[in-house]
C-alpha cells in the first residue's frame, strides 16, 4: 500500500467491532470504528476515509442511511456492506446507493481482506 487506506468501520454489535479492527490494524490498514449511526456520520463530516464498512440493521439511521449519506458528501468512499440479512434486494439495493461489495454475515476475516486488497489496489503489484 503507498498510504495507509483509512476505514471507518460502523456495525451496532460491538464483538464484530472487536473482531474485524484488531483484524485489519494488524494488516496495516487505519480504523475508526464506531457502534452508533450518528457518531460515525458525524466522523464522516469531519474526516476523509478511502473505505466504508457498515452493516444495515440498525437503530436510526441505519447502514443504508449511513451510506447514501457518506457516498454525498465523499462520492470517491468505496463502500463495502455487510449483513446477517442478507437478501438479493438488499445486495441491489446498496450496490444502486454505491456500495462495491455486499457481504453476508457470518464472514471470513479473510473474504473482507481480499475485497480490501482489491479495492485499494494492492492487488495490482
Known amino acids: 500500500m503507498s498510504h495507509k487506506i483509512k476505514i471507518l468501520l460502523l456495525d451496532d454489535e460491538p464483538i464484530v467491532i472487536d473482531r474485524v479492527k484488531s483484524s485489519l490494524e494488524m494488516s496495516g490498514y487505519y480504523v475508526d470504528s464506531f457502534i452508533s449511526s450518528k457518531d460515525a456520520i458525524d466522523k464522516l463530516k469531519k474526516e476523509k476515509y478511502d473505505v466504508l464498512i457498515t452493516d444495515i440493521k440498525m437503530s436510526n439511521p441505519d447502514g443504508m442511511e449511513v451510506l447514501k449519506f457518506a457516498k454525498q458528501i465523499q462520492p470517491d ?23 462495491v461489495e455486499f457481504i453476508a454475515k457470518p464472514f471470513k476475516l479473510s473474504q473482507l481482506k481480499k475485497i480490501l486488497n482489491v479495492i485499494s489496489g494492492a492487488d495490482d503489484k
Do not use: M
Open 77 to 99: 468512499i468505496k463502500a463495502i456492506v455487510i449483513t446477517g440479512f442478507a437478501t438479493n434486494q438488499t445486495a441491489h439495493n446498496a450496490r444502486e446507493i454505491g456500495a
